[in-house]
């Protein structure tokens, strides 16, 4: 059982936005940084968004993130059906000193 | 081009033992910290054990504490898990992550292997 609570799944239809939200605490999100990860089907996930809302180099501006107080939320507009995929946050937990992914959340693209 | 390759997963009986390795390259890898998230088969990802630039801070998730054990060899730029005591509940994909900080408070991952599997069955 993960400490970050993600939406199982969310869905959109195509050009839409979407937000994935991820849930915490203060000892995790509320202290720390979240990053967000994209994953497909049989392949390792890939990083969209750090330090809660930086992009890296490559990842198109349709997805952004941000935080506030022990919550985390990824959007992605401008829905396209390759944006099927998992989701996933993840932050470090000051207090359990571990690492956290939440259970991730399945985005469908209608 | 950064690269991280895993080796080391291999069907192994409840109770026996596993290494994991994972070459990097194309950056300086005693400056990154990296981790170790495991997949099993049709779940989420889950954080198992990161380990500092140095090798001087290491964690655990609390699932294989005791019986894991992560490290490091930066003169040949290689992360390492060695798996103890094996469970049924270990068999999954294993990756390795690169952490661009030192510490691997920050714990975001730019980089990720492609996994190696561990499946654990008598």
């Known amino acids: 059982q993960s400490v970050l609570t993600q939406p199982p799944s969310v869905s959109a239809a195509p050009g839409q936005k979407v937000t994935i939200s991820c849930f915490g605490s203060?000892?995790?999100?509320?202290?720390?940084?979240v990053s967000w990860y994209q994953q497909f089907p049989g392949t390792a996930p890939r990083l969209l968004i750090y330090?809660?809302?930086k992009r890296p180099s490559g990842i198109p501006d349709r997805f952004s993130g941000s935080k506030s107080h022990t919550s985390a939320t990824l959007d992605i507009t401008g829905l396209q059906t390759g944006d099927e995929a998992d989701y996933y946050c993840?932050?470090?937990?000051?207090?359990?000193?571990?690492?956290?992914f939440g259970g991730g959340t399945k985005l469908t693209v209608l | 081009e950064v690269q991280l390759l895993e080796s080391g997963g291999d069907l192994v009986q409840p109770g026996g033992s596993l290494r994991l390795s994972c070459v990097a390259s194309?950056?300086?890898?005693?400056?990154?910290?990296m981790s170790w998230v495991r997949q099993a088969p049709g779940k989420g990802l889950e954080w198992v054990s990161g380990?500092?630039?140095?090798?001087?801070?290491?964690t655990y998730a609390d699932s294989v504490k005791g019986r894991f054990t992560i490290s490091r060899d930066n003169s040949k730029t290689t992360l390492y898990l060695q798996m103890n005591s094996l469970r049924a509940e270990d068999t999954a994909v294993y990756f390795c992550?690169?952490?661009?900080?030192?510490?691997?408070?920050?714990?975001?991952?730019?980089?990720w292997g492609q996994g190696t599997l561990a499946t654990v069955s008598s």
């Open positions: 993840g932050t470090w937990d000051s207090s359990l000193s571990v690492g956290s």
């Open positions: 203060s000892s995790n999100i509320g202290n720390n940084y």
């Open positions: 330090d809660n809302n």
């Open positions: 194309g950056f300086i890898f005693n400056n990154c910290a």
């Open positions: 380990i500092s630039g140095g090798g001087d801070i290491t």
């Open positions: 992550a690169k952490d661009p900080g030192y510490s691997g408070y920050d714990f975001y991952f730019d980089q």
